[in-house]
């Protein structure tokens, strides 16, 4: 069984793509990848993922230059998602921060615990 064969996609054809900083371990986003995404990403060594907004593929820091090279893929028990060990260059969030994961419960509000990066 191929690596893309051995995914399984949810009924929209996507499966949900974790990216972590290979180094520190922090996750830095959560986005889509289509069939075509993961071999681009297979292929490449740079994550590529699929925009349900604007229905296509893309590179990560195809316009911002904040690109993430892949260093490992990992594939959960169940097959339906995928962990990619990367390094970030520049920040992951399009927010300008190093994570999109900023945001944190705290006496029941959201607080920022992330400044943009300058």
Known sequence: MSLI?????????LVPAIAQDAATGRVLMMAWM????ALQTLESGYAHYYSRSRKKQWQKGESSG???????IYLDCDGDTLLLKIEQTGPACHTNRESCFFQ??????????????K
């Open 5 to 13: 064969d051995s995914i399984t996609f949810n009924e929209a054809g």
């Open 104 to 117: 944190q419960q705290k006496d029941g509000v959201w607080v920022s615990i992330e400044e943009p990066m």
């Open 34 to 37: 289509n069939e075509e995404a």
């Open 66 to 72: 904040h690109v993430q090279k892949v260093v490992a």
